[in-house]
C-alpha cells in the first residue's frame, strides 16, 4: 500500500482556535478519505469522510478541504476544544465497488490548551 | 447496536506462546479488517475477511500470522511464537455489506494490547 503522508506530528492550539492537519496522498487510485479520532487507549473513531467529487465537507465545528490535483487534503476544527485533545489520523483507501483495507498518515497529537 | 468487540483488551505472553485475538463485528456487518498499531504509528492494515474467506492479506506477515472469520462466531487473528517485536495494539473492524449506505466505512473496535514478554 502507498503511503500517506501527515502533517504536523503534534500541535498545540489555544481554546477557541482553528487546528489544521494536512495529509498528502502518492496512489491516484485512493478514492475515500476518511479521518479518524483516537483517544488514549481506545480505538480510532470515524470523525468525517471525503470523496473526490467534492471540494470540502462539513460537518459541525469540523471541515475536510481536499485538492485532487495537488493530492492534499486537510482537516479543520474550528473553535477548538480542550475536549477535541486526541491523536488524529487522516486515513485513504481506493473504492472499486468494494471495501479495501485503509492506508493511515502516522498520526497527529492535537492538544488543545484552555 | 452492540459496536465491534474485541478480546481480551489486554493479552501477555511469553516469546514462543501463541496469542489469539478476537473480533466480532458489528451486527449486521459481514466484513472484518484488521490492523496493528505501533506506538507513536498510525495503524497498519494486516488483512481483510469475509465470512469463511480472506479476501486480502497483503499485510500480513509471511510466517507466524493468520486470520480466519468462520461462518459461525468471531474472527481471530492468530499469532504462533511470538516474539518481543509483536508487541502493539492490534484493531478489529468492520463495515457492512456491499450496497449499505456506509459500505465503506470501517468501524473500529477497542483493541488488543499485546505484550510479549
Known amino acids: 500500500q502507498q503511503q500517506v503522508k501527515q502533517s504536523p506530528q503534534s500541535l498545540i492550539v489555544q481554546k477557541g482556535g482553528i487546528s489544521i492537519i494536512n495529509c498528502a496522498y502518492e496512489?491516484?487510485?485512493?478514492?475515500?478519505f476518511p479521518w479518524y479520532q483516537q483517544f488514549p487507549g481506545k480505538g480510532p473513531a470515524l470523525l468525517i469522510a471525503?470523496?473526490?467529487d467534492v471540494s470540502e465537507k462539513k460537518e459541525g465545528r469540523f471541515t475536510i478541504s481536499f485538492n485532487k490535483s495537488a493530492k492534499q487534503f486537510s482537516l479543520h476544527i474550528m473553535d477548538s476544544q480542550p475536549g477535541d485533545s486526541a491523536t488524529y489520523f487522516c486515513?485513504?483507501?481506493?473504492w472499486g465497488g468494494g471495501a479495501d483495507g485503509l492506508t493511515f498518515g502516522k498520526g497527529t497529537h492535537l492538544i488543545i490548551q484552555p | 447496536n452492540a459496536g465491534v468487540m474485541q478480546n481480551p483488551r489486554h493479552l501477555v505472553r511469553r516469546r514462543g506462546q501463541e496469542a489469539r485475538l478476537r473480533c466480532s463485528p458489528m451486527k449486521g456487518h459481514s466484513h472484518v479488517y484488521w490492523y496493528r498499531q505501533l506506538p507513536e504509528e498510525g495503524l497498519k492494515f494486516m488483512v481483510y475477511l469475509q465470512k469463511e474467506n480472506i479476501i486480502d492479506e497483503s499485510g500480513m506477515p509471511k510466517e507466524r500470522f493468520s486470520a480466519e472469520f468462520p461462518k459461525e462466531g468471531p474472527s481471530i487473528l492468530r499469532i504462533q511464537q511470538v516474539v518481543r517485536g509483536d508487541s502493539a495494539a492490534y484493531f478489529c473492524?468492520?463495515?457492512?455489506?456491499?450496497?449499505?449506505?456506509?459500505?465503506?466505512?470501517?468501524?473500529f473496535g477497542p483493541g488488543t494490547r499485546l505484550l510479549v514478554l
Open positions: 471525503i470523496r473526490p
Open positions: 486515513a485513504a483507501s481506493p
Open positions: 473492524a468492520s463495515s457492512p455489506r456491499l450496497g449499505a449506505e456506509d459500505q465503506e466505512t470501517q468501524y
Open positions: 496512489n491516484t487510485a485512493f478514492d475515500y
